[in-house]
């Protein structure tokens, strides 16, 4: 499985990002997806994920009420609408696919999240 992780850039404090994961290869949809971040100096934290049918999700606390995980089964792709930033969401996301935690199968690049304030 391949994961091309997409969407982010430099935002204003309150502003709105959508980062987009588009996986590729054999089985890709078997896979619970999730969204991870890590910031300068910190470890990576898993901000969010989502079950293989789409039917149950997880979000960290932080970004509960703000952030929303879905997937389109149909295009391969999972997305994280991103609102109401605020700039310690300023990292590095990464998309994993995962059968169980804590070992993720396949990892995206990176893409950068800048929060200005």
């Known amino acids: 499985v391949q994961l091309q992780a997409s969407g982010g850039g430099l935002v204003q404090a309150g502003g709105s990002l959508r980062l987009s994961c588009a996986a590729s290869?054999?089985?890709?949809?078997?896979?619970?997806m999730g969204w991870f971040r890590q910031a300068p100096g910190k470890e990576r934290e898993r901000v969010s994920a989502?079950?293989?049918?789409?039917?149950?999700?997880y979000y960290q606390d932080s970004v509960k009420g703000r952030f929303t995980i879905s997937r389109d089964n149909a295009k391969n792709t999972v997305y994280l609408q991103m609102n109401s930033l605020k700039p310690e969401d300023t990292a590095v996301y990464y998309c994993?696919?995962?059968?169980?935690?804590?070992?993720?199968?396949?990892w995206g690049q990176g893409t950068l999240v800048t929060v200005s304030s």
């Open positions: 290869g054999r089985a890709s949809g078997s896979y619970a």
């Open positions: 989502i079950s293989s049918s789409g039917y149950n999700t």
């Open positions: 994993g696919a995962y059968r169980l935690l804590p070992k993720i199968d396949f």
